[in-house]
């Protein structure tokens, strides 16, 4: 996570699985990089958050040209972006970390599934074993293996990795200030309690948030994990995946 006072930004590393990226940094390396290059080039005025990011994936990618970015694993990442100005709250999703809007007409979510969509089959055959079993692992890279080859594909999904046209594909609009009441901009290991864990509603998010803040609604997350530590309840890719959010209001 980085930002400013009136700039948030959020990113989620992709897992690896194991497998060979042709990077010699690695995922957290990238993360970090493209954070801060994110933050440097939406700081001139009236820039577009599409353009910003643009030219923060060019800018990582020329820092390390000497590894394979070809590689379909070279180091990648979700972004999710908000950022105010005088009228307006302007964000931007690539893949799979939403920004959540709790304004006078409720809440508004904004998130890009479209991985969702591909390799179903790959996708049901890890989900059916527990997590930290062999099966699952190897079950893992198939899966990841194969999203490789329809990564930053029209027939695949978007993120963020070496190829700047990427930010082309990424959902991005405005909200009126105004209608907006407070916002929170999280990684999808967060998001899960309420789009896949479904022990919380988003009014039930902003409730935590405005109470203990992003640290309390982490510990939330981590305390229902722990009741299915193997994924027998909810499957899924890791017992506890990153978690990383921002709240704002005003």
């Avoid at 954070?35 to 820092?63: C, F, K, M, N, Y």
């Avoid at 950022?83 to 799979?96: G, H, K, W």
Wanted: charged share 20%.
């Amino acid at each position: 996570m980085a930002g400013t006072p009136t700039l948030t930004v959020v990113l989620d590393g992709l897992s690896t699985a194991g497998l060979n990226t042709g990077c010699r940094h690695g995922v957290p390396w990238y993360v970090a990089h493209l954070g801060s290059q994110i933050v440097a080039a939406l700081a001139a005025p009236g820039r577009s958050l599409t353009d910003g990011l643009a030219d923060a994936i060019e800018h990582v990618a020329e820092s390390h040209r000497e590894c394979d970015l070809g590689n379909p694993g070279t180091p990648s990442a979700t972004v999710a972006i908000l950022r105010e100005n005088s009228d307006a709250l302007e964000y931007l999703v690539l893949a799979d970390s939403p920004v959540v809007f709790d304004g006078d007409d409720g809440i508004s979510v904004i998130t890009d599934l479209r991985v969702d969509d591909v390799l179903p089959d790959l996708k049901a055959e890890v989900e059916q074993y527990e997590t930290h079993t062999d099966q699952h692992r190897t079950a893992l890279q198939r899966l990841v293996s194969a999203q490789r080859q329809v990564r930053n594909t029209s027939e695949g999904y978007w993120v963020a990795a070496a190829m700047p046209e990427a930010s082309e594909h990424a959902l991005s609009g405005t909200a009126p200030r105004v209608d907006v009441r407070a916002a929170a901009v999280m990684s999808d290991g967060v998001s899960r309690l309420v789009t896949e864990y479904r022990m919380a509603t988003w009014p039930d998010v902003f409730d935590v948030l405005r109470v203990g803040g992003p640290c309390a609604l982490i510990d939330t997350v981590r305390k229902t994990e722990a009741t299915d530590p193997t994924g027998r309840r909810w499957p899924r890719y890791k017992s506890g995946d990153d978690a990383t959010v921002a709240f704002c209001q005003w």
